[in-house]
């Protein structure tokens, strides 16, 4: 017990029945009571003893994985036997979590998977301990350990909004399937093999698993100040024209929007409308001088001046602005080239369409930074007699956001949006495809909920923080098992190896010896042996060990 307390790994070595798994257990729950921790993992190696087959079992993973760990489910019923349904409680709201030895290693990703961050995106393999990084809430956190893993099997999983991440097979995802949803279970967690396992697709192709969305928007550290504002550049890059050459100028037959961009426009500037066309105005200094235009001017400086209606993009400073300015910006593209229209169901259907593909994959990441969703498809050029041969593809950005944003300024489009927007945000595994074996490697961070964002805003797992971690039966463990688990070890977290060498089931379980051997004397870590004189559980026990021993267990198998 001094040991447990005083060190953040415990190995707790020898004979059957000393009381290790008890007392690791009871200190945890102790823990767990005063607030010290957060939560408690129990794991084992899945590893039938001598030649017991047990077989498919059916159910949950707690339902699969209680009768290899019964004796621990015991004990904590009999720490909290003043409160019988204690138990099942914690263990209902992942305040006590079992797992089978092969999820604990289920945080790694690829070295090129991407990481969002304050301060732009940064790949997982370029990541150090201290830097920052944004967690499940859009905020900064930071990274407080990074684990290579090696090389490891690669799968694409693909979600419903397009978006993608990599990841192992065993990486964890907490998701909910249409049988949980149905049942009124809620999220649980899984590895990429099991969903694969379960099914990706169910029925007549229907997707199977949902996973959680970000929640809030992600707030980014930019230094830059932005010389347009953001209203204006987002209606510049819908009906704007920025010629090389030649005036700056946009066409619309909305009063309210010219209103708005007279609003947005710098104090020294005015909107002058054509005489010769319609719907035509440009945007010109107030007062005439040898001065350039300021307008066009800072469209030189961001780039966007000469592009097309097929080469026209945001600019990076402009997607990595306030939440503010960024709804700002996209109430500009929306209410240019946005479209809203009533579904069957009385809903609003909202989309986004420019004939530049990469515009469109700029508002795909403008509205997944907002918290939202967004699908991008192409809507090819229509087949015409005619054969007009600068006609082009439009790309089709189909989005939903989340409740207390709205992406239009016009009234009327306000009007119809707010009027029927009942938006469900969800994001469904639609795909998971092995690619590659590539080198991995998972990060532990500072976020309460253990969880950061990766490529697409997906909210994705780390290692373990605030956590007590029991592995029991470790005898049964590799040196390569046993290096992954010392590995799992978060920030204000202990971990506690309970096992009987003379007890294994496999010929290849040497964790304990090398871990022996390679950390003894290692700052934070303790290695604790009993022997027979230790037992507890029962006087016979203690007869039996003594007369039978290591060398005769060795005979009889």
């Not at 301060?119 to 393999?125: E, T, V």
């Not at 515009?359 to 969703?373: K, N, R, T």
Request: hydrophobic share 35%; charged share 25%; with cysteine.
């Amino acid at each position: 017990m001094e040991s447990i307390v005083l060190n953040d790994i415990t190995f707790a070595i020898g004979s059957a029945g000393a009381g290790k798994t008890h007392i690791a257990v009871a200190l945890a729950a102790d823990a767990l009571d005063i607030g010290e921790i957060d939560k408690i993992v129990i794991t084992r190696p899945v590893i039938e003893a001598t030649d017991e087959k047990l077989g498919f079992l059916p159910g949950s993973l707690e339902e699969k994985m209680d009768p290899y760990l019964k004796p621990i489910t015991d004990i904590f019923n009999t720490i909290w036997s003043y409160d019988r349904g204690r138990l099942e409680t914690l263990m209902g709201s992942k305040r006590i979590e079992v797992a089978p030895l092969a999820f604990m290693r289920g945080r790694a990703q690829p070295l090129d998977a991407v990481l969002k961050t304050p301060k732009g995106n940064i790949l997982m393999g370029s990541v150090e301990i201290g830097d920052t990084i944004l967690g499940s809430d859009g905020k900064a956190i930071q990274v407080t350990g990074v684990f290579p893993q090696g090389i490891k099997s690669v799968y694409k999983i693909t979600f419903s909004d397009g978006s993608c991440t990599h990841a192992s097979e065993d990486h964890l995802w907490v998701t909910q399937t249409r049988s949980e949803k149905k049942h009124g279970k809620g999220f649980t967690t899984k590895t990429t093999k099991q969903i694969i396992e379960a099914g990706v697709r169910v029925g007549h192709g229907a997707k199977n698993h949902e996973i959680p969305m970000m929640a809030g928007p992600a707030i980014y550290e930019s230094e830059e100040e932005l010389s347009i504002k953001p209203y204006l550049l987002g209606m510049m890059l819908g009906d704007g024209c920025m010629p090389s050459t030649g005036n700056v100028g946009f066409i619309s037959a909305d009063v309210q929007l010219v209103d708005s961009v007279r609003d947005a426009l710098p104090c020294d500037m005015k909107i002058m409308a054509s005489k010769i066309r319609d719907y035509t105005y440009t945007l010109v200094k107030e007062i005439r001088s040898s001065a350039p235009n300021p307008l066009k001017e800072e469209l030189k400086k961001l780039g966007l001046m000469g592009c097309l209606s097929y080469d026209k993009f945001i600019p990076q400073a402009y997607k990595m602005a306030s939440p503010i300015d960024r709804v700002s910006l996209l109430q500009g593209l929306m209410d240019t080239d946005g479209t809203v229209w009533i579904e069957r169901q009385n809903r609003a259907r909202v989309s986004y369409s420019s004939t530049s593909r990469q515009l469109a994959e700029d508002v795909v990441e403008l509205v997944q930074s907002l918290g939202g969703i967004a699908s991008l498809r192409t809507s090819a050029r229509r087949a015409d007699s005619r054969n007009i041969h600068h006609r082009r593809a439009s790309y089709v950005v189909e989005m939903k956001l989340p409740v207390g944003i709205c992406p239009f300024r016009l009234d009327r489009k306000t009007q119809r949006y707010t009027g029927h927007n009942k938006p469900r945000l969800y994001r469904f595994i639609s795909q998971i495809e092995r690619v590659q074996d590539q080198e991995c490697q998972c990060i532990s961070v500072s976020a309460d909920d253990k969880l950061y964002l990766t490529d697409h805003f997906i909210v994705t797992h780390n290692t373990f923080k605030n956590t007590w971690i029991i592995c029991d039966e470790a005898q049964n463990m590799t040196a390569n098992d046993v290096r992954m688990l010392l590995t799992r070890l978060g920030e204000g977290s202990k971990m506690i190896l309970t096992g009987d060498p003379t007890q294994r089931d496999r010929k290849t379980a040497r964790g304990f010896e090398t871990a022996y051997k390679l950390l003894t004397g290692c700052p934070g870590v303790a290695f604790i042996e009993f022997g027979t004189k230790d037992v507890v559980r029962h006087k016979t026990v203690e007869n039996i060990l003594k007369r039978w021993g290591p060398d005769q267990q060795a005979e009889a198998k």
